[in-house]
């Protein structure tokens, strides 16, 4: 059974930072590529930031281009979103997913919520003004 466990929010001041984890399991991590996606009461899910299965590719929303970053360690099953200069906008449940290597997925193509085949339960970052 695929699990994946979202950790690390929480309530931080504007201009603060926060670091997710997922920690995924019942699934060969090396196959997937991971993403993070966010949403807010009243709005719909948006992709934030995506990695590759290799971590050699990055794909970030504009809203956060420049303050998150996304890394992954395939040994540790694990993806991680480091979250800086936060704004009370990014408040929201963040959720991982995660979606099956395919070759005609390329790393723009991560940004659709469509092409995920397993999510997480949601953390919620909350960020104060």
């Known amino acids: 059974q695929v699990q994946l466990v979202e950790s690390g929010g929480g309530l ?62 395939n040994a540790k099953n694990t993806v991680l979103l480091q979250m800086n200069s936060l704004k009370p906008e990014d408040t929201a449940a963040y959720y991982c997913a995660a979606a099956r290597f395919r070759l005609r997925l390329g790393i723009f193509s991560l940004g659709d919520a469509d092409k995920y085949d397993y999510w997480g339960q949601g953390t919620q970052v909350t960020v104060s003004s």
């Open 12 to 73: 931080v001041q504007a201009g603060g930072s926060l670091r997710l984890s997922c920690a995924a399991s019942g699934l060969t991590f090396s196959n997937y590529n991971m993403g993070w996606f966010r949403q807010a009461p009243g709005n719909e899910r948006e992709f934030v930031a995506a990695s590759s299965w290799s971590g050699s590719s990055t794909n970030f929303a504009d809203s956060v281009k420049g303050r998150f970053t996304i890394s992954r360690d």
